[in-house]
């Protein structure tokens, strides 16, 4: 399992950007201006990586959740008692293993609002494109599958309940 912590010393707000390519690379770069100098024009987001042009559509995180760059650290949470743990637990341990679960910890080093995500000389599709689609697409429906309205929490309704009195 991994847990989340924030860093002690946060970078603050970043921007967050994923290209429709591999590098063999993770971190940061030294001279980012050199290599990355995305712009506006004509309400669309353009940059040139490597000689290639790329367009970039802007997706908004929606309300309540937010974007986060983590780091994998060697920290671990530390194990509960064993007694508490079988008094928070079910006791029913269907694998057998009684032993608990070790936690690692990431630690959040920068937060973000926004993703860019980029194409090759064409905006991303929103029906295609796993990203876009990700954020626009399941993340409501998965909220809508999980909410109930207020008229499902009586399973039976008004009238039928009458009756049955």
Known sequence: MLAIQKSQKPEGKCSANILPCRISHTGPVSSSERYWKP????????????????????????????????????????????????????????????????????????TFDEIVVWGHETLPDDMDDPYVKGIEEWIPFAEAMHSYSAAEEDPVPSEQAEEKH
């Open 39 to 110: 712009q506006k024009e004509d309400d669309k987001n353009v940059a040139y990586f490597r000689g290639r042009r790329l367009l970039g559509k802007t997706i908004r995180i929606p309300d309540g959740y937010q974007g986060a760059v983590v780091e994998r650290t060697e920290r671990m949470l530390p194990v509960a008692d064993k007694k508490m743990s079988s008094v928070i637990g079910s006791g029913d341990d269907e694998d057998g293993d009684d032993e608990p679960e070790q936690v690692n910890i990431l630690e959040e080093t920068n």
